[in-house]
């Protein structure tokens, strides 16, 4: 069988333009697409005519988080401990890439999703954008994203969002730190941006993005094999599959009120 392409590959000018392309399940970090990411990161790095790594999506939902499908059944812990590697790897990736990594999101980012933006150099976020980390409501916790989130978000504003699983606009995630830019026009912002990295020189900016990423890859270093033995034993427990499979079966879960849906 042909694996789908999930995420589409096109060099324009001096950018690199990887885009998310599974809306079928918004965009959620399967194996397959994750590694397809990973591929994409590889090509624009050995590319020397790409200056810049956009990342952009189809569809209204920039990135769901985990795909729940791949984990929501009895899943031993190994599987549960390879795909939460499989993320840790992705989210290094990015942040060690040598060229200056853009996203441009126009739609709902959760869970997951929020640790791909906060990998991210610069961060363009529209007004259809919305962000949420829902883990809490699930039975799991942000553990791996908080290797790229902890770093960008305000203390104040993690403790909320990480606990609470609100919705927040592009505006909230600009004054928070989770974002670079609230735009209207996030294609005029865009390409503002892509024009003023065109200009540095391949040594330049890799020596400039690696000033500001020094110390998110010291936590990396620190606690990335701790956070991902958390994220499986959280994926593999009981809570987690009843939340999982509630939001699968579009149900609430145990915990929550039995009157209407609960929203995650």
């Known amino acids: ?146 290797l790229t989130l902890l770093p960008k978000l305000s203390a104040r504003a993690a403790s909320r969002y990480y606990l609470t699983g609100e919705t927040f606009t592009a505006g909230e995630a600009a004054e928070i730190g989770l974002i670079t830019i609230a735009a209207d026009d996030i294609e005029t912002a865009a390409v503002a941006i892509i024009e003023a990295l065109g200009k540095g020189s391949p040594q330049g900016l890799a020596a400039s993005k690696a000033l500001t990423t020094a110390s998110i890859l010291a936590g990396f270093d620190r606690d990335a094999e701790r956070l991902t033995v958390d994220s499986a034993r959280l994926f593999v427990s009981e809570e987690a599959r009843e939340g999982m499979l509630a939001f699968l079966q579009r149900r609430p879960p145990r915990w929550a009120q039995t009157e209407g849906r609960t929203d995650v």
């Open 1 to 146: 069988m042909t694996t789908p392409v999930l995420v589409d590959y096109e060099v324009d000018g001096r950018a690199a333009q990887l885009t998310l392309n599974s809306p079928h399940n918004r965009n959620a970090l399967s194996t397959t697409l994750v590694g397809q990411l990973h591929r994409g990161l590889r090509d624009a790095l050995a590319d020397p005519q790409v200056r810049v790594v956009v990342l952009r999506h189809t569809g209204g939902t920039f990135c769901a988080g985990a795909d729940l499908s791949e984990g929501s059944g009895g899943d031993a812990g190994g599987a549960a401990a390879d795909r939460a590697r499989e993320m840790t790897t992705l989210l290094r990736a990015i942040v060690e890439c040598e060229k200056p990594v853009l996203a441009v999101v126009d739609g709902h980012v959760r869970a997951g999703g929020l640790g791909l933006v906060g990998a991210c150099d610069i961060v363009v976020a529209g007004p259809r954008s919305t962000f949420a980390l829902t883990e809490a409501r699930i039975g799991v916790a942000p553990t791996i994203i908080s």
